[in-house]
């Protein structure tokens, strides 16, 4: 259902014809409510960005809500050369540098991890693929960090100026450039430029401007239920109608949640298949 289909059932379904601005309203009103419900795979977000040594804050994206998780890694860089065939490779620098890390690079070969290191020379898991030229990257394995309040980070870190690896975080507040806007508070500060991975709930376009949308695809029913219970509501309607409109959608946001917070956080493996009591 698109956005011109679902505002012709909701007129027909209404016996009225809304204004656009107040249609408009009651859709976005609507999806607001059916994406706090229940959070499908499709509402979710992945983006990287880079820690700054010294600094404990971190800005969340601009379409931020909430958190599913955030992870750090070590992701270091320096020249290297290498020899075709053989299992070494001489680095500028090791700083950052550790056993069972992934190595990346011109001439480094599939899969290759850190096997030892031996001053400036690093021998690795697999033999260089061509000769070993330029950038290096040394990127180490996925770090999450657990979700505290602020007071939490406070007084467990409360000098700023001691660095080491991130083991918390929190939402701190509103940006200092920008108020509408958050910024997470890191715990300990870190002292490395760790890449930093967020997974996160997002609003996505509205069906009012995107024309088309996943719940207008695979959900129509409890969009189109929800939009008409937000019109019902503005006209003052019968309250039969209105609590049939309300009974069908209380049945369609019951299949959305079974996706998004069932059948989409397990497999029939480990969960089961879903079931249900016959006579």
């Known amino acids: 259902m698109n956005y011109t289909q679902l505002v012709t059932q909701v007129n027909d379904y209404c016996e009225n014809s809304f204004p656009t601005d107040n249609i408009n309203t009651f859709i976005r009103q609507a999806e607001q409510r059916i994406y706090n419900v229940a959070q499908p795979a499709f509402l979710r977000k992945n983006v990287t960005g880079i820690l700054t040594t010294g600094n404990k ?23 290297a050369t290498g020899t075709s065939g053989l299992k070494t490779i001489v680095v500028a620098s090791t700083t950052g540098i550790a ?35 330029g950038t290096v990257v040394f990127q180490g394995d996925n770090i999450y960090l657990l979700n505290k309040d602020v007071n939490f980070i406070r007084e467990a870190y409360p000098l700023t100026s001691q660095l080491s690896e991130p083991k918390h975080y929190a939402i701190f507040g509103p940006r200092s450039d920008d108020e ?22 997002y609003y996505p ?14 959900f129509d029913s409890v969009l189109l239920y929800g939009t008409i219970c937000e019109a019902y509501t503005f006209m003052k309607g019968d309250g039969d109608m209105v609590k049939l409109a309300q009974d069908r959608y209380v049945q369609a946001i019951a299949l959305y949640k079974n996706l998004s917070d069932g059948k989409q956080r397990g497999d029939a493996y480990r969960d089961g298949q879903v079931r249900t009591a016959v006579s």
């Open 205 to 218: 376009e509205s069906i009012v401007t995107a024309s088309t949308t996943w719940i207008g695809d695979n």
């Open 99 to 133: 056993v069972g890390q992934q190595v990346t690079g011109t001439g480094i070969g599939v899969n290759a991890l850190v096997r030892s290191i031996a001053s400036t020379t690093i021998t690795l898991t697999v033999a260089n693929s061509a000769t070993v030229s």
């Open 57 to 79: 804050f971190l800005q969340c994206p601009l379409d931020f809500l909430s958190t599913y998780s955030l992870a750090i890694y070590p992701n270091n860089s320096t020249t």
């Open 180 to 201: 509408r806007e958050l910024t997470f508070i890191l715990g300990p500060t870190p002292d490395s430029g760790y890449t930093a991975e967020l997974h996160y709930f």
